[in-house]
């Protein structure tokens, strides 16, 4: 005859596989699609004869790996903080922000590969007075709001890094690109706005 287990243990035993509560996985699903609508909104018609830099991917590349590693962790075993939920929320809320009022300023000009249209004209509206590169800011936020949701500290802090270089590398490939273009308008800009950090250019 099995011995029946007290209750106490049973519960110790329920806690160490009960999976992490449904809001977290709620406030993750509802902020990355905030953050996602306004891209698949833009109507896009890419322009033929556009000027591309694929060197830019590796800085894709590296992005979507520092993405991946916010995953790693054993996250469903514990639930968040309340400290980190709350910093979760308000980096969601300025990577939505951000994702929206940036797509609409670079209408058909946005595309995922470093690359100008021939009709392409440097964008300083909205987002883009703050820094030159919100997007990437947006994306930014959204990795902090997802750390600090799910991902331990050590792998947390290597994926910042990862993608700051990855981020880095496109920034630099596409700043060129502008240049080329644009000349001393740009560089006039890139003095006085910051890349995709406020206030460190």
């Not at 964008?123 to 997802?146: D, E, K, N, Q, W």
Request: glycine content about 6%; hydrophobic content about 50%; aromatic content about 16%.
């Amino acid at each position: 005859m099995a011995m029946l287990q007290p209750k106490s243990v049973q519960r110790c035993l329920f806690c160490t596989i009960l999976p992490m509560p449904a809001y977290p996985y709620a406030i993750l699903a509802a902020g990355w699609f905030f953050w996602l609508t306004p891209f698949l909104l833009i109507k896009r018609n890419p322009a033929p004869g556009a000027k591309l830099d694929r060197r830019a991917r590796w800085g894709v590349l590296l992005e979507a790996l520092a993405y991946s590693m916010l995953w790693w962790g054993n996250f469903w075993t514990r639930p968040p903080q309340g400290w980190r939920i709350v910093l979760s929320i308000f980096f969601f809320l300025i990577g939505g922000l951000l994702s929206w009022t940036s797509a609409r300023a670079l209408g058909r000009q946005w595309r995922i590969d470093a690359g100008l249209n021939p009709d392409h004209h440097l964008v300083r509206s909205g987002a883009y007075r703050l820094v030159r590169h919100p997007i990437y800011t947006s994306m930014f936020c959204m990795l902090l709001g997802t750390g600090f949701m799910i991902t331990p500290f050590p792998m947390f802090l290597l994926s910042i890094l990862l993608f700051i270089i990855g981020t880095e590398i496109r920034v630099r490939i596409e700043d060129a690109l502008l240049t080329s273009r644009f000349g001393d308008e740009f560089r006039d800009y890139q003095r006085a706005v910051s890349a995709y950090i406020p206030f460190i250019k």
